[in-house]
């Protein structure tokens, strides 16, 4: 059974920095693709970042330049720095992970979800 628990997030003025991790057990991490998507009360998961079982990852443009996302096979963990909040960035962040998805972008090609870990960015 595989589960992917988040941390790390909370309360940050803007202009400041959080990392989020992502520890996904169960299998090996190596096995999968592992995403980042956020939501605010009332809308749909957003998609932020991908880190593809080849390592590469992407971004999407408004956390472009801003976010960094790594992983550590060993420790089964994806960490997701986020530099420079903003204001908009406020919203929970939910962790997924998939072996099979091909874009990987959407929330529906995910079949593993933590429960989400709330950041706050104050202005």
């Known amino acids: 059974q595989v589960q992917v628990v988040e941390s790390g997030g909370g309360l940050v003025q803007a202009g400041g920095s959080l990392r989020l991790s992502c520890v996904v057990s169960?299998?090996?991490?190596?096995?999968?693709?592992v995403a980042w998507f956020r939501q605010t009360p009332g809308n749909d998961r957003e998609f932020v970042a991908l880190?593809?079982?080849?390592?590469?990852?992407y971004y999407a443009k408004s956390v472009k330049g801003r976010f960094i996302l790594s992983r550590d096979n060993a420790r089964n963990t994806v960490f997701l720095q986020m530099n420079s909040l903003k204001s908009e960035d406020t919203a929970v962040y939910h962790c997924?992970?998939?072996?099979?998805?091909?874009?990987?972008?959407?929330?529906?090609?995910?079949?593993?979800w933590g429960q989400g870990t709330q950041v706050t960015v104050s202005s």
């Open positions: 997924a992970a998939d072996s099979h998805c091909t874009g990987c972008r959407l929330p529906e090609e995910y079949d593993y």
């Open positions: 880190t593809y079982r080849s390592v590469d990852t």
């Open positions: 169960g299998r090996t991490l190596s096995d999968y693709h």
